[in-house]
């Protein structure tokens, strides 16, 4: 059976962009393939977040995971620090990792952009220790967003590198995954680029009605169309991508044909996709807030996650080291 993995950085809470970008698909895989979902919390830490949240983040995502549908009775769901052969396979593969490549990676040059007070040496290898998540578990199939496909490739970079290095057919080259269509990238709010956490941008699962009314009839437009049938510039045209996720295709051609005949009016078509995402988002708020809740359940589906994901990772470790020449005495 193949493998399917992925993961979400325990940074902050769930939002559009993660749940059809990634966790949608996770959620439809998990009765065909043998899964793991976890949370990146050793990739947190790149941002410095406080000691006194740490915890508190990681136990959002991970009832932010179960509610929208990831069983853990059915998929293996953990945290990535509960597992320390990810850290070590991390630094194996970090000897077979390049700084050149590292520099050139557009997540990092991103990252040097808008904090250059903090460019630590985690961000660089963000890379390789993602690549450990993924191989860990010899997962083939990852189900991400068009956001993560350059790391993606970097993970079977390095995989490939691993098996040629050491003459071995070790371990499967892992491949972003979307059920056969492009990689989904959610626009956010702010008229250009993705729906992200650190882009202040976002619609989250867990957000209050009135915070999401707020947040569309805020969304960026422009004076509306002059000439019929125009072409839409970005920030409506991202509007139009969100209708289209979150509405019923009656109404998508509603405004469309607004939009072509120049009668369309902007707060009405917000007024109905706040409306509709908070349709969507409503149980999933209220189931998020029960397991949040819920100590005794969820330290028991941590505890299993971390047993199943261990018996994996330190089968793969084991070989690995074997690979690379240790010995026992
Ligand atoms: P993170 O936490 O930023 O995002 C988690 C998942 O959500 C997807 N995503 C989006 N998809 C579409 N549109 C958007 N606007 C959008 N924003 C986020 C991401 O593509 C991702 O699938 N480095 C990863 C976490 C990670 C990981 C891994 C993922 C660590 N190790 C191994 C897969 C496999 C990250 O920061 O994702």
């Known amino acids: 059976m193949e493998t399917v993995l992925s993961g979400i950085r325990s940074t902050g809470n769930l939002h559009l962009g993660n749940y059809f970008g990634a966790v949608r698909n996770f959620v439809k895989m998990q009765h065909e393939y043998n899964c793991y979902f976890f949370i990146a919390d050793l990739h947190s830490l790149t941002t410095h977040p406080k000691p006194e949240n ?4 990681i136990r ?12 853990p009775e059915v998929a293996t769901i953990y945290i990535q620090s509960d597992v320390p052969e990810i850290s070590q396979l991390y630094l194996l593969l970090n000897m077979n990792a390049y ?6 990676t557009t997540t990092f040059k991103e990252k040097i952009r808008k904090q250059p007070e903090n460019v630590n040496a985690g961000l660089l290898t963000y890379p390789v220790l993602m690549c450990a998540d993924i191989i860990i578990h010899n997962a083939n199939k990852v189900p991400v967003g068009k956001d993560q496909e350059q790391n993606l490739e970097m993970a079977r970079k390095f995989a490939k590198r691993f098996n040629h290095i050491y003459n071995v ?5 892992p491949e972003p995954f979307n059920f056969g269509s492009d990689l989904v990238k959610v626009p956010g709010l702010d008229g250009t680029g993705k729906m992200g956490k ?3 941008n976002g619609i989250y699962l867990i957000d209050e009605p009135s915070v999401i009314r707020k947040k569309v009839m805020r969304a960026v437009t422009d004076a509306g169309p002059e000439q019929p049938n125009s072409t839409k510039p970005e920030p409506v045209q991202n509007l139009f991508y969100l209708l289209e996720l979150m509405s019923e295709p009656d109404t998508v051609a509603h405004f469309e044909q ?11 078509l917000k007024k109905q996709l706040a409306e509709d995402i908070i349709q969507f988002t409503t149980p999933y708020r209220e189931r998020i807030l029960e ?14 996650g971390a047993n199943r994901a261990r018996e994996s990772a330190s089968k793969t470790l084991r070989e690995v080291r074997e690979i690379i020449g240790y010995k026992s005495f």
């Open 99 to 104: 700084i050149g490549e590292l520099e050139r």
């Open 54 to 57: 740490l915890h508190d983040n």
């Open 169 to 173: 057919d070790y371990f499967t080259l």
């Open 291 to 304: 397991i949040y809740n819920d100590s005794e359940y969820l330290s028991k589906v941590v505890k299993n």
């Open 258 to 268: 607004a939009y072509n005949d120049c009668s369309i009016r902007y707060g009405d």
């Open 60 to 71: 959002k995502v991970l009832s932010e995971y179960i509610a929208c549908g990831i069983d």
């Open 198 to 200: 650190s882009e202040g």
